[in-house]
């Protein structure tokens, strides 16, 4: 079964940082495109990062230069680090696959606060 699940999330304050995790199994991991989206209240879920099987990187203009996505083959594991955090990251961040199969994580939330 194709499964994806996040972890890493919390509450930080402006400036902190936080790193996400995404640990998948029952795929080819190696094979899949990988991305980060959030979505905060009342808005759309939006793609924050992505990083093909061939580790082509692309970011949406919000996060460039604090956020920095990455993946790890051998132990299936996508990861995000989010430096510099501000209010407006404050969203539930999804971990999401496409290869074979099409799967999303169950989100982790993270709150940007003082």
């Known amino acids: 079964q194709a499964r994806l699940m996040e972890s890493g999330g919390g509450l930080v304050q402006p400036g902190g940082s936080l790193r996400l995790s995404c640990a998948a199994s029952?795929?080819?991991?190696?094979?899949?495109?990988m991305h980060w989206y959030r979505q905060a209240p009342g808005k759309e879920r939006e793609l924050v990062a992505a990083?093909?099987?061939?580790?082509?990187?692309n970011y949406t203009d919000s996060v460039k230069g604090r956020f920095t996505i990455s993946r790890d083959n051998a132990e299936m594991k996508l990861y995000l680090q989010m430096n510099n955090l501000k209010p407006e990251d404050t969203a539930v961040y999804y971990c999401?696959?496409?290869?074979?199969?099409?799967?999303w994580g169950q989100g982790t939330q993270v709150t940007v606060s003082s």
């Open positions: 990083i093909s099987s061939t580790k082509n990187i």
């Open positions: 029952g795929i080819i991991f190696p094979v899949y495109h």
């Open positions: 999401h696959g496409l290869g074979h199969y099409d799967v």
